[in-house]
């Protein structure tokens, strides 16, 4: 399918609205649209939050009688479901849209198929253009509506011989303030932020976005087995967070305990996603120590890993970003994809992907 330059612009900014919804539209998608004609736009708008009107809703409204004719470039496929909202789909055919381009088909079974019941009116129904840019922007939206899954994000800060805290546990800190507000940038995109007892022992994390602005704060979730975390820690202070524990709950705690034992005791790790899939996170952001990280990466619960590099070492006492197993041969070594290095202040930052 070909597409002119001007359809690519104008998806472009579709995608710089959708992206608007970064913080904020979870559980819903991040959906930008763009109702044009002649390379003129007539209207534009995105989804910021569920139960908010759709992105297309907004353009078509802006649009007015003039989208009669007009071109929709929405980052996602249009709906043709009743939920919170009306179809989309049947409000452009409303509006007399005469083509409709999608970025990407919507993966969600429950949607609909906005672009055969646009396609079965007689509108000129095409997708496909920048859908690598716009799967990017709902990675997690995706995971969860087709594996049940969040898609999860592991944040390690580390040196350059892969140590992430000394001995003792202590972290603080290894990577600069550049790379610490960079963190907290992925923090606030995401929908969860996770970590596990040992790290709310040894660092007493607050887990909250602080270092940049973000209209709200992620879910904090506990990964806590044996509930040894205490009433006073910063993470129970205050609203929205949940614990994971590997048995029932026989003392009161500010928060919402869920026993999802497995035959050892400690927490069933791929039941716990499915669980937060169900509470409608997207993207689940860990913040751990090398156990847990070790944990997640063996049963297969990650998705990509963001790694912040700092030019030091620390030696082989320190702790390493987890505790995996060796392998004996090297085409059994854990394979990696690198998507992207960039350098945040005096440190370097890798998002690698398993391959």
């Known amino acids: 399918m070909t597409f002119s330059d001007a359809d690519r612009a104008m998806m472009a900014r579709a995608l710089v609205l959708a992206e608007k919804g970064l913080y904020t539209a979870t559980p819903n998608p991040r959906v ?6 002649g390379g003129t736009v007539l209207g534009e708008g ?3 939050k569920a139960g908010g009107p759709h992105a297309e809703v907004v353009a078509l409204e802006r649009a007015g009688a003039r989208a009669a004719g007009a071109t929709a470039y929405v980052t ?4 043709s479901h009743h939920g919170r909202t009306p179809p989309c789909a049947d409000l452009m055919l409303s509006r007399g849209i005469e083509r409709v381009v999608a970025a990407m088909l919507d993966p969600n079974p429950q949607a609909g198929r906005g672009g055969e019941r646009l396609a079965a009116a007689g509108v000129r129904f095409e997708h496909g253009l920048l859908e690598r840019e716009a799967r990017e922007l709902n990675l997690g939206f995706v995971s969860r509506v087709t594996r049940g899954r969040p ?9 350059l011989d892969g140590r992430t805290a000394l001995a003792d546990g202590r972290s603080r800190w ?5 790379a610490r507000a960079d963190g907290h940038r992925w923090r606030a995109r995401a929908c969860a932020v996770l970590t596990g007892i040992g790290t709310v022992k040894a660092d007493d994390p607050q887990l909250t976005v602080r270092e940049v602005e973000t209209p709200r704060q992620p879910l904090r979730v506990v990964v806590d087995s044996r509930l040894e975390i205490s009433d006073k820690a910063k993470i129970l202070q205050g609203d929205r967070a949940l614990i994971f524990a590997g048995a029932p709950c026989d003392r009161p705690l500010n928060a919402e305990i869920v026993s999802l034992p497995n035959r050892d005791g400690k927490v069933e790790l791929r039941a716990m996603l499915e669980e937060l899939a169900r509470r409608g996170i997207n993207e689940l952001h860990v ?8 944990s997640l990466l063996r049963e297969g619960c990650v998705d990509e890993l963001l790694i912040y590099l700092n030019p030091s070492l620390l030696g082989d006492e320190a702790q390493a970003i987890a505790a995996i197993p060796g392998v004996a041969a090297l085409d059994r070594r854990l394979r990696l994809e690198l998507v ?3 350098r945040v202040g005096g440190d370097i930052r890798v998002l690698a992907r398993r391959a």
């Open 32 to 37: 930008g649209c763009v109702v044009a004609q």
């Open 46 to 48: 995105w989804h910021e």
């Open 76 to 79: 996602l496929e249009p709906c």
């Open 151 to 159: 898609w999860v994000r592991l944040k390690v800060a580390a040196t």
């Open 174 to 178: 290894i990577t600069g303030p550049e």
């Open 287 to 294: 913040e751990a120590g090398f156990r847990l990280n070790g």
């Open 340 to 342: 992207s290095l960039e």
